[in-house]
């Protein structure tokens, strides 16, 4: 079965701190993916990763960075966290491109800065 | 940009009724097309997918591909109040996934 690990469900820090988001997926596919969901917003692609060591910009990358050093493995950082990335936070992967290939996501991880 | 529109509803149907969900997109050479079920505080799960013009059936579930007019659609029928969700349309261009902000379905018992 398709497994993919946030393991951080909920977090609150404050303004300024380094934030760590893990994601770990048992699939070893190669795609990987950061998604912030928010009310009326929809689904809004951070980053992504086709390979390890390999990363892309998705469509709101400011004020985030990645990191993946292992394929199973694709960490979400925020530098210096704001509250206006209060959000729920999901990692999704996917095998290599066929043309069926779904997303699975994780359980999500419920961010809230103060 | 890539454009996944949905009507945000929400929709309300009666227990046993077929629901209607529709979703348009705006680039023709999206490949495949998805649908997803989220219930409030969870993550996406996948219902179905489809890549071809016509109708795909799943069980209680079809979905509907016409290219030409760039929208795709799911069916649910005999309704039941567990399909009360939130439910995304995605299209994969280019190995990319771009998702609808989603439509809110509930099922009147």
């Known amino acids: 079965d398709v497994k993919v690990t946030q393991s951080s469900r909920y977090l609150v820090k404050r303004t300024g701190e380094k934030v760590f988001l893990e994601c770990v997926q048992d699939?070893?596919?190669?795609?990987m993916f950061w998604y912030r969901q928010d009310p009326g917003l929809g689904l809004r692609l951070i980053y992504f990763?086709?390979?390890?060591?390999?990363?892309e910009k998705g469509d709101i990358p400011e004020g985030y960075s990645v990191s993946r050093e292992k394929k199973e493995r694709f960490s979400l950082i925020l530098e210096s966290a704001s509250t206006n990335q209060t959000s729920m936070y999901l990692c999704a992967s996917r095998s290599r491109v066929l043309i069926g290939n779904t997303i699975y996501f994780g359980e999500g991880s419920w961010l809230t800065v103060v | 940009q890539k454009e996944v529109e949905q009507n945000s509803g929400p929709l309300s149907v009666p227990e046993g009724a077929i629901a209607s969900l529709n979703c348009t997109y705006s680039?023709?050479?999206?490949?495949?097309f998805f649908w997803y079920r989220q219930y409030s505080g969870k993550s996406p799960e996948l219902i179905m997918f489809?890549?071809?013009?016509g109708d795909k059936e799943d069980g209680r579930f079809t979905a509907q591909l016409n290219k030409a007019s760039q929208y795709v659609s799911l069916l649910i029928r005999d309704s039941q109040p567990s399909d009360s969700a939130t439910y995304l349309c995605?299209?994969?261009?280019?190995?990319?996934?771009?998702f609808g902000t989603g439509t809110s379905l509930t099922v009147i018992p």
């Open positions: 699939m070893d596919h190669e795609n």
């Open positions: 489809i890549y071809s013009n």
């Open positions: 990763s086709y390979d390890v060591k390999m990363k």
């Open positions: 680039d023709r050479g999206s490949q495949s």
């Open positions: 995605a299209v994969n261009f280019r190995n990319q996934f771009y």
